[in-house]
């Protein structure tokens, strides 16, 4: 039986290549899930180092499969997502500003810009924000607070939300899909991190599809309720 590794502290998960080479050493569909909620909630966590090798294990090894990668990973996410909502329209904006503003927010790479920019973004686009919102870097994380401190419809941000991660997380699926065809276990961290920036491009491609979708779909309700 393979021995279980244990972070030594809480800094250990902030240098992505020790967590990668831990990931790598104790996959599973819980660990998955557990550090995918993490991704989604207010503590930084990148999604990259999680989803991508979790997939090229599928492929490799055989003990996972990459669709229930993707799944888990989603749930993941969408309950991440949850906890940064409830605790929103719990406490209010005061108090998530004041979070914000704090030393503690800061240390989760949260502050007041970050929030506000949050907000801006889910009034310009509201509930189609939630699933738009997963695809970019930066807001991803923090998208579930506006729509908290809205009172979004539960039901509707589950359902966008979902959507937005299950196609992020499809896309770290398939890259670590066709990492498995090509590299090397040993080889794996550097590829993912080399290709970081094109899983960023791919986000903002589909970003531009939906906001090209959107519009077109306002400009033509627009034009049916002109010609009436």
Request: aromatic letters at 14%; glycine letters at 8%.
């Amino acid at each position: 039986m393979q021995e279980l590794l244990i972070p030594l502290s809480i800094t250990d998960y902030l240098d992505a290549a020790w967590f990668f080479d831990w990931f790598v050493n104790n996959a599973s569909y819980l660990f998955v899930f557990v550090f995918m909620m993490i991704e989604s909630s207010f503590i930084p966590f990148p999604s990259e180092v999680v989803v991508p090798p979790a997939a090229y294990l599928a492929v490799q090894r055989g003990d996972m499969n990459i669709f229930v990668v993707i799944l888990v990973a989603t749930a993941g996410a969408l309950a991440g997502a949850l906890i940064n909502y409830l605790l929103s329209w719990l406490i209010g904006r005061p108090i998530v500003y004041a979070f914000a503003d704090s030393r503690l927010g800061h240390a989760c790479l949260i502050d007041r810009a970050k929030v506000e920019k949050a907000e801006r973004y889910f009034d310009e686009h509201g509930a189609a924000s939630t699933f738009i919102g997963r695809l970019i870097p930066a807001v991803r994380q923090l998208i579930s607070i506006p729509a908290g401190l809205s009172r979004m419809n539960l039901g509707v941000f589950c359902l966008y939300t979902a959507l937005g991660a299950g196609v992020w997380n499809g896309i770290l699926a398939l890259l670590g899909w066709w990492l498995a065809q090509h590299v090397s276990l040993d080889q794996l961290y550097e590829a993912v991190e080399k290709y970081n920036t094109y899983l960023t491009w791919a986000g903002l491609g589909i970003l531009a599809l939906c906001i090209v979708y959107i519009a077109w779909n306002a400009f033509r309700k627009k034009g049916k309720e002109a010609s009436k």
